[in-house]
């Protein structure tokens, strides 16, 4: 029985593997022919060597007609070196140096398995554990603004560069920095009288991989996790365990008044956060806590949870929530006494359901107050405590009427206590992408608008048109302004013209411009912003 | 060995029918060959072709031109979020949303929609807030953060407020609400960007200086009225002199804001100046200086007239003091229309005389009979002579109001002497000569005129025609 199964087996594996090959010239077929090169199939690609030739045969004589660069253990690929046309399915020949029969004993795994696969490759790159990846842009933008009215014309420059170097040099040090510069022209003495009025450092972190779940970071870094607290210079710790993780960071806050470093603005905090990503579904939550200080005094105290999940097919939520726990109370400048509170000074909900391939449904509430920083704004605390909440409200219906043709509505309320009265708007837009014939894209849309202090009526029409492969995109825009001015029951009429052009110089190099110009009956504005950015 | 080929058996065994785990996850559908070639399994740039339009991210701008990597953190692609903050670390520190494409595009971050952002915001931009720079408005120190920024002017414009001296805002109290004064559609706080709405400085006032009114900086508590600045001029006037006992003090009543004090109409809609009230000395009407509590009503001014009037008397005749029932302003006090509906002033009574028959002035018990003033007419007729006749005095009986007194119906005929409107004779004549011939004496008839063949022989007197024939019908 032993016997049997032992002659089974090996009969088997013959079959699905290596057969025993003992001519000189052995028999592959092209199975793929590329640009650069053609892949050979053998049966063993044993004593054929990177750099042989394999021949063609042609008129009953083998002609050379390919120089073998890559080997697996069945197939290679090769360099075309013969005039002939070499198509899928030809027969190519490869002249064996030695010819050594395999042992028994050497059966490879299953060939089903990924590992095999990968091991049959033409060319197996082994990546090393930590892979270094360096991306960025470095980009350049102007802001323009003339018009024929008394404010003066100006020009302003900004200047930004982003880099994300990770595990650099393959090793478990990685970089972030994001940077922007700006200035208007004619009044560089701004920038001389202090740089960080101009440049804004948003990140410049080490980040230092301590193993698979740990990763420590040192410099200014706006963690993702809490974003809402923006950048800190200090350390963060961020220990992962499954898809939970932990984080903890001290350091400073930016200068309240120019972004640069503030030895006085000591802050602290730790978060936990969960994440459950599969292919359908995604479930996120995070939940920190932070003091802030001024001075050594308690400047703000606060919790941030934040909420994101798919579970429900076609309905996406978000949430967020941002609770004061800290604050002081009293009449006068020098008399506040410490409390603790529980206040909320942010609410952000937000739900999208595609309630059919159709028509999808969106709604969100936004309610922010302004943040009070106890210590840094006690000298002008009373002119702050306007802490009423400012409420937005998003309503929003998309209809897709055909595959090229969509119509949407969308209405919005906002509300500050100290607002004459709220601000209301509807706006619907029509969309029809790709017309036939022209490759073009038309949007007409109309909104209406009560504010505060005026009443609007806007007409749009946008038409859009890629060229080139996509590769030159221009827009073209109209629209019709009036707004009224309930007080002095006096209307002011805009015209609108828009124009811009993207383009994708190369893969790497972008640059558009736009310009907006706004006539009235007096006055005259126009905008131009340009951007050139260089990806690396 | 045999041992060591079962076991490589079995496994092979094993494997080989084992579901292949795909690294992109289950229910992975795409084609290898879309990504990948014999090359290996690395992306095979040469033959990828993933249309990832099918998606529900549709790759534009510059998302077209980024690795995978970077969106798909790992190989199972339906894995990746949809928000963009998933992949760009939001540095506006969650003050705007999740809804970059708000603001950005897949192509730029550039945002170049500014304006037609706040067309649908708390604030769309108007004026000079359509030419300045964001964080003029949304200051932050990164300029990234964009905290609550209230919409009413004092938010931003405060430190304008506290720093403005001519008038220094703060100390005069003004109110912290611009739009009272400042247009929003302005470039300037001064000049045609001043609005004094509530006070509008026109005409006159276009050109003078703020302390003229605004005395000690009384912004917020300035008068209105007229004499409070003008005082000095209302006792400086000459042309004519201003005093108090005949010119008011609210200036507007007379004049307008026109530079000069000219022209200076009076504006005296609550009692029209017209027709005989036209060129009047104020004085006439406003005895005592008193212009505040002049009263309307005629007799008022006008006893005097009502009193000397002796065409009719108005006194004697209890005429109302209301002078405007029967007269308009119109100077003279004439034309007077008498209000004599129990008495209609018609046809020959349209145009009398009131003395014609309120005799004595007695316009109180006249009477309106017609006898009581037409007793001459019956007596001194004599086509017939009434008196003679006995006519009744009752002159409705046989006359209407038509003048001339015709014309004339007798239907007493009948009863008082011969019926002629009925009987035998009625419609048998025209006129009354047919039957009078002598028209000085209507006693006489003549009945032999139209009946001579009726006892012929007898010669009867028309006496005894009538005798025997009373009421015109046969003896």
């Not at chain 2, 035998?424 to 003549?446: D, F, I, M, S, V």
């Amino acid at each position: 029985m032993k016997k049997i199964i032992f002659i089974i087996s090996i009969v088997v594996f013959s079959v699905r593997l290596n057969g025993q090959i003992s001519t000189e010239n052995v028999k592959g077929k092209v199975s793929f022919v590329s640009s650069q090169n053609i892949y050979v199939k053998f049966l063993t690609t044993n004593g054929i060597s990177t750099g042989d030739t394999l021949y063609i045969l042609s008129k009953g004589k083998l002609v050379p007609a390919l120089i073998v660069n890559n080997l697996s253990s069945v197939s290679c690929s090769g360099t075309v070196i013969s005039s002939l046309e070499i198509l899928v399915d030809d027969q190519l020949i490869a002249v064996r140096k030695n010819s050594v029969p395999k042992s028994v004993d050497k059966i490879p795994e299953t060939k089903n398995s990924y590992t095999e696969i990968l091991k049959d490759s033409v060319t197996i790159v082994k990546k090393p554990a930590l892979s270094q990846q360096i991306r960025g842009y470095i980009s350049a933008y102007s802001y323009s603004g003339f018009s024929n009215t008394p404010a003066p014309n100006s020009t302003q420059l900004r200047y930004t560069f982003s880099l994300d170097a990770k595990n650099i040099g393959n090793s478990k040090l990685s970089v972030e920095n994001y940077m922007s510069f700006r200035h208007k022209i004619g009044d560089w003495s701004a920038v001389k009288s202090n740089i960080f009025d101009a440049l804004k450092i948003y990140s410049l972190a080490l980040k230092y991989d301590v193993n698979k779940s740990t990763q420590i970071s040192i410099g200014r870094r706006i963690n993702p996790k809490i974003s809402t607290i923006g950048a800190m210079d200090g350390l963060q710790v961020e220990k992962s365990l499954n898809k939970l993780s932990i984080g903890a960071l001290a350091g400073y806050r930016p200068s309240f008044a120019d972004y640069s470093f503030d030895r006085h603005l000591f802050q602290y905090g730790a978060y936990l956060a969960y994440s459950s990503v599969t292919a359908e579904k995604y479930s996120e939550s995070s939940f920190a806590f932070m003091e802030q200080m001024n001075s050594g005094k308690t400047d703000r105290r606060f919790l941030y949870f934040q909420h994101s999940n798919s579970m429900i097919k076609n309905l996406y939520f978000y949430s967020a929530f941002e609770v004061d726990l800290y604050k002081l109370k009293g009449d006068t400048v020098t008399n506040y006494l410490a409390q603790n509170t529980f206040n909320l000074t942010g609410a952000f909900l937000s739900l999208r359901y595609k309630l059919s391939k159709k028509l999808t449904l969106s709604g969100s509430y936004d309610g922010r107050k302004n943040v009070i920083y106890y210590e840094s704004f006690k000298t002008y605390l009373d002119l702050i405590l306007e802490t009423a909440m400012r409420s937005s409200f998003r309503l929003q219906a998309d209809y897709r009427i055909s595959n090229n043709l969509v119509f949407g509505l969308q209405t919005g309320y906002r509300f500050l206590k100290t607002d004459p009265r709220p601000s209301k708007n509807l706006y619907g837009y029509l969309t029809y992408s790709q017309i036939p014939g022209l490759n073009l894209s038309v949007t007409l849309s109309g909104t209406y608008l009560e504010s505060s202090y005026v009443n609007s009526k806007i007409l749009g029409a946008t038409f859009n048109h890629d060229f080139f492969s996509n590769k030159l995109s221009a827009s073209l825009g109209y629209r019709y302004l009036d707004y009224k001015y309930p007080e002095s029951l006096s209307n002011t009429v805009q015209n609108v013209g828009e124009m811009s052009l993207f383009m994708q110089l190369s893969r790497k190099i972008s640059f558009s411009i736009s310009y907006e110009g706004t006539f009235e009956k007096q006055n005259k504005y126009n905008r131009f912003y340009l951007q050139l950015r260089k990806r690396f | 060995m045999r041992i060591l080929s079962l076991l490589i058996f079995i496994t092979g065994l094993f494997f080989s029918n084992q579901k292949t785990d795909s690294p992109h996850g289950p229910d992975f559908k795409i084609s290898c060959k879309t990504c990948h070639s014999p090359k290996g399994w690395q992306l095979d740039k040469e033959t990828y072709s993933f249309n990832h339009n099918t998606t529900k991210l549709p790759l534009t701008g510059q998302h077209k031109e980024v690795s995978c990597r970077q969106c798909h953190p790992t190989l199972i692609f339906t894995g990746a979020k949809p928000n963009c903050i998933d992949c760009h670390t939001d540095i506006h520190q969650a003050t705007l949303g999740l809804d970059c494409s708000r603001c950005h595009t897949p192509a730029t971050w550039l945002v170049t929609n500014v304006i037609e952002l706040h067309q649908t915001s708390r604030f769309p931009l108007i004026g000079a807030h359509r030419t300045a720079d964001c964080i003029q408005c949304h200051k932050s120190e990164n300029f990234t953060r964009l905290d609550v920024t209230g919409v009413n002017c004092i938010d931003c414009h405060r430190a304008n407020y506290l720093a403005t001296t001519n008038p220094n805002h703060p100390q005069s109290g003004i109110s912290e609400d611009c739009l009272l004064c400042h247009a929003i559609t302005s470039f300037q706080w001064t000049g045609a960007g001043f609005n004094h709405a509530t006070f509008p400085l026109v005409q006159g006032h276009a050109a003078v200086k703020c302390s003229d009114c605004h005395a000690q900086g009384t912004f917020t508590t300035a008068s209105t009225v007229c004499y409070t600045c003008h005082q000095q001029d209302y006792i400086a006037a000459k042309n004519p002199v201003h005093t108090p006992a005949v010119y008011s003090n609210n200036c507007q009543d007379c004049h307008t804001l026109s530079p000069g004090w000219k022209p200076a109409a009076i504006n005296h809609t609550a009692f029209p100046l017209t027709l005989g009230h036209s060129l009047p000395a104020c004085t006439d009407c406003h005895k005592d200086g008193n212009y505040a509590a002049t009263p309307t009503v005629c007799y008022s001014c006008h006893q005097t007239n009502y009193t000397a009037t002796t065409n009719p008397n108005h006194i004697i005749s209890g005429f109302p003091n209301t002078c405007a029932t029967c007269h308009t302003t119109t100077p003279g006090w004439k034309p007077a229309v008498f209000n004599h509906t129990n008495f209609p002033l018609t046809l020959g009574h349209a145009t009398p005389v009131c003395a014609d028959c309120h005799i004595g002035g007695n316009y109180t018990s006249t009477s309106t009979v017609c006898y009581s003033c037409h007793a001459t007419d019956y007596n001194n007729t004599t086509n017939p002579k009434h008196s003679t006749l006995a006519f009744s005095t009752t002159c409705t009986t046989c006359h209407t109001t038509v003048p001339g007194w015709k014309p004339a119906t007798y239907t007493q005929h009948d009863a008082q002497f011969f019926p002629i409107y009925s009987g035998r004779h009625k419609g048998q004549w025209t006129n009354c000569k047919e039957c009078h011939p002598n028209t000085a004496n209507y006693l006489l008839y003549e009945c032999k005129i139209c009946h001579s063949s009726v006892h012929r022989s007898n010669n009867y007197t028309n006496a005894q025609c009538y005798n025997c024939h009373p009421r015109g019908t046969g003896g």
